[in-house]
């Protein structure tokens, strides 16, 4: 065991916030909701990371990113994530 993986969330009609906390030498798939929305935007601490359908590399930390049945999963390395994701009611 490594460490506690801490996770705090809250989701709001067009939106979802997720703050993630992951151990030193410890990797991770971080799931977040799309929410049934359409045109989502993905920011973590405030860089875009995932715009219309696609990942945006460049932010420390996060290696990759896809779609799944109802999420986009992040791949992100250790260290403190701040997620937000917000779209447009379909």
Known sequence: MRGPVTVKWTKER???DLEVFIPAGMEADIALPTLGLA???VKEGGMTVWNSNAYVPGT???TR???ASAS???L???GSYHFTL???AE
């Open 14 to 16: 067009t939106s979802f």
């Open 39 to 41: 045109d989502i935007q």
């Open 60 to 62: 420390p930390g996060i």
């Open 65 to 67: 990113a896809e779609t």
């Open 72 to 74: 986009i999963v992040f």
């Open 76 to 78: 992100a390395g250790s």
């Open 86 to 88: 917000k779209g447009a």
